[in-house]
């Protein structure tokens, strides 16, 4: 059965940092795009981050280019978000997601996805 988990959301600190995990089971990474989104109250779920199946290509939102970074560990079957220089805005419950590979990678923030996580609170205040 395949199967995400989400872990590593907490309350921080404008300008912290945080690491989210996403694990992974029921498949490798290499037959799936990992996306993680986000969803705050009152807004629509927005794509953040994506990883190609490959895990050679990254793309992310422009809102958190240059503060966050995917990546992924292979032997752990485990995909990260890596969230520097947050800010209250970053405040969302954070999802992970798994797509079958795409033909068009670019699709990977706004694709629909086929499964997903429970999702983990991230919260920024001070």
């Known amino acids: 059965q395949l199967q995400l988990v989400e872990s590593g959301g907490d309350l921080v600190q404008p300008g912290g940092s945080l690491r989210l995990s996403c694990a992974a089971s029921?498949?490798?990474?290499?037959?799936?795009?990992i996306g993680w989104f986000r969803q705050a109250p009152g807004k629509e779920r927005e794509g953040v981050s994506c990883m190609s199946s490959s895990g050679r290509y990254t793309n992310h939102a422009e809102s958190v280019r240059g503060r966050f970074t995917i990546s992924r560990d292979n032997a752990k079957n485990t995909v990260y978000l890596q969230m520097n220089s947050l800010k209250p805005e970053d405040t969302a419950i954070y999802y992970c997601a798994a797509h079958r590979k795409l033909s068009l990678f670019r699709q990977c923030l706004t694709t629909e996805y086929d499964y997903w996580g429970q999702g983990t609170q991230v919260t920024v205040s001070s």
């Open positions: 029921g498949f490798t990474l290499d037959s799936y795009v």
